[in-house]
């Protein structure tokens, strides 16, 4: 069975950069969309950021607009996120998750999101 698996995450200082990666264990990435979402502790999950196949549509969130940058190289089997400019508020864990209910579009709403990873954590230190 396919497994999603991120790694990357740690604890920086703000204003950092921090670059998470995503792959497919046990097979390749789809052709679906691929998002990263994060959830703060005591807070609901956010979303981050997701690309289409091949890049062609890109969605970032509000709150890491700017900052952030997703690229997926669906011949490496990954899916990165790049991390810059990092405030405390970014900590969180970070998930790579997989949204079955598009194909050339990218949603915003988390709970379209479908397969997820177990997540890595990223602590921002003021």
């Known amino acids: 069975q396919v497994q999603l698996l991120e790694f990357g995450g740690g604890l920086v200082q703000a204003g950092d950069s921090l670059r998470l990666s995503c792959t497919a264990s046990?097979?390749?990435?789809?052709?679906?969309?691929m998002g990263w979402i994060r959830q703060a502790p005591g807070k609901e999950r956010e979303f981050v950021a997701a690309i289409t196949w091949r890049g062609a549509v890109i969605k970032y969130g509000d709150s890491v607009n700017g900052r952030f940058t997703i690229a997926r190289d669906d011949a490496k089997n990954t899916v990165s996120l790049q991390m810059s400019n990092l405030e405390p508020e970014d900590t969180a864990v970070y998930y790579c998750?997989?949204?079955?209910?598009?194909?050339?579009?990218?949603?915003?709403?988390?709970?379209?999101?479908?397969?997820w990873g177990q997540g890595t954590q990223v602590a921002v230190s003021s």
């Open positions: 998750a997989e949204d079955r209910d598009r194909l050339q579009t990218v949603g915003g709403d988390v709970g379209e999101y479908d397969r």
């Open positions: 046990g097979g390749t990435l789809s052709k679906f969309p």
